[in-house]
């Protein structure tokens, strides 16, 4: 039964399926210093449970689990003024879908890239920053240059536009730097909504979605930060080219997962952050475990 419904609808894995969107960004945007900086992370994900509706673990015809593996070199170059942030998302993956009756499927190469701006208030005048919380809301555009095609099983791109508005926030509850000394605690989070347009291949409009994260964060002597975050995300049903709601598998979704955080400042000019994502509820989305290292290398604008 689970085989033949799920073949009644486009079998797309893409890597905004796989992923919590804001866990993906993360929410240092907020506090980000002015200058040039270059992003690369390296992360992995991997599930071998699909959990229906109701939250019952569903397999295939001969017993299987669906098994899921996706890598990722995420690249994000970013320019910082005192007011504004620009950047870019550029995935390049390898995903691979096993113990699918006749749909094993693997796709590694570009992805779906996005541009973002924000505007933030850390360097505003005090009216400007209430409560001493630092805001920086944003929009971002994801243009369809992955790899897609509506008869595969996997897919690293999703065939259509996206627009997506965001609100990236913390909470000092210190003065002065976030590092230097332990137990500066601080509160740091984001909201992301995105809209997604019609998939003109298939005649879908995939559902809109809603992501968030929050979490504590402490220093840890002079240049160590740890923390522990938990995020999800809702995604609506999606629709027909007409309008009209789509049921089954896929349709619609929704997640939440937690795990700890790092970030250390190795130099002024190199930071290394690590952390840990294990989804703890799930329905109609893949339940697995997210791990990821991010490289920053920071060039001061002079």
Request: charge should be neutral.
């Amino acid at each position: 039964m689970f085989t033949r419904t799920l073949k009644s609808f486009i079998v797309v894995v893409s890597l905004m399926f796989v992923f919590c969107g804001t866990a993906l960004a993360q929410h240092f945007e907020a506090t980000i210093p002015q200058g040039y900086w270059l992003e690369a992370w390296m992360m992995h994900f991997h599930a071998n449970e699909f959990l229906d509706t109701e939250g019952h673990k569903m397999r295939m015809g001969d017993g299987k689990h669906i098994d899921l593996t996706s890598d990722i070199l995420f690249l994000r170059p970013i320019y910082v003024t005192k007011y504004w942030i620009f950047d870019s998302h550029i995935p390049i993956a390898r995903t691979e879908w096993n113990n699918f009756s006749d749909r094993d499927d693997t796709s590694s190469g570009l992805d779906d890239v996005w541009l973002n701006v924000w505007i933030r208030n850390e360097n505003a005048e005090a009216k400007w920053r209430p409560l001493g919380i630092n805001l920086a809301p944003g929009i971002g555009v994801k243009f369809p240059i992955g790899q897609y095609d509506k008869d595969r099983a996997v897919n690293l791109g999703d065939g259509q536009y996206d627009v997506r508005f965001d609100l990236r926030f913390s909470k000092f509850f210190f003065q002065g730097n976030p590092f230097g000394e332990t137990g500066k605690w601080a509160i740091e989070g984001a909201v992301e909504y995105t809209y997604r347009f019609e998939n003109q291949d298939i005649n879908i409009k995939p559902g809109n979605r809603l992501d968030w994260i929050i979490g504590p964060t402490v220093s840890v002597g002079k240049s160590l930060r740890i923390g522990w975050d938990i995020g999800g995300n809702i995604k609506e049903r999606d629709e027909t080219g007409s309008g009209k709601d789509l049921y089954g598998i896929y349709s619609w979704g929704r997640k939440v997962s937690t795990g700890p955080t790092m970030y250390w400042v190795i130099t002024p000019q190199i930071h290394l952050s690590a952390y840990a994502m294990v989804d703890i509820d799930a329905r109609n989305e893949a339940k697995g475990s997210l791990y990821y290292l991010r490289w920053l290398f920071y060039w001061p604008k002079k």
